[in-house]
């Protein structure tokens, strides 16, 4: 389990979210795909 205070110290250093596996090593697939998508097709980032 995440602790309040872990994804509030994140927030606190700049973060823009906080992902948390779950326990379930079986539904780890589903979990990266997502987060794949998500930073390959929804996230822009600032050009540098």
């Not at 205070?5 to 906080?18: F, R, T």
């Not at 079986?26 to 050009?47: A, Q």
């Amino acid at each position: 389990m995440v602790s309040r205070e872990d994804v509030k110290a994140s927030y606190a250093k700049q973060a823009n979210g906080y992902v948390i596996k779950h326990p379930d090593i079986t539904k780890w697939s589903f979990y990266f795909e997502n987060l794949s998508y998500f930073w390959s097709g929804t996230m822009s980032l600032p050009k540098p």
